[in-house]
Nanobody, 126 residues
Framework: QVQLVGSGGGLVQAGGSLRLSCAASGRAFNNYFMGWFRQAPGKEREFVAAISWSGGWTYYADSVKGRFTISRDNAKNSVYLQMNTLKPEDTAVYYC???????????????????WGQGTQVTVSS
């Protein structure tokens, strides 16, 4: 079992930056595939980014590609999401997620992940 705690959200003006963190505890962290999702009011939970257990493979939603960077530090049992050039449409609750195995064809689906953090609010003002 894995427990996830997300943090780092806040209020920022458009064009600014934030870095989200997700700390994991429980079973061996390096065996888990990690993802970031977000959910805005009135919208479905949306895939943002994912990273393999080794950190050697990453995947991004088109809406954040070139602006966001996902990374992990297995020695610290942590995953990060660096968010640059933030836009008002990035406003959402951001969730980190994990699973031991994720089908590549369904990597963007929240149903592929068994473990979730509590969510951290990101608000971008215009």
């Amino acid at each position: 079992q894995v427990q996830l705690v997300g943090s780092g959200g806040g209020l920022v003006q458009a064009g600014g930056s934030l870095r989200l963190s997700c700390a994991a505890s429980g079973r061996a962290f390096n065996n888990y595939f990690m993802g970031w999702f977000r959910q805005a009011p009135g919208k479905e939970r949306e895939f943002v980014a994912a990273i393999s257990w080794s950190g050697g493979w990453t995947y991004y939603a088109d809406s954040v590609k070139g602006r966001f960077t996902i990374s992990r530090d297995n020695a610290k049992n942590s995953v990060y999401l660096q968010m640059n050039t933030l836009k008002p449409e990035d406003t959402a609750v951001y969730y980190c997620a994990a699973d031991q195995k994720v089908a590549v064809s369904r990597i963007r689906s929240p149903y592929e992940y068994d473990y979730w953090g509590q969510g951290t609010q990101v608000t971008v003002s215009s």
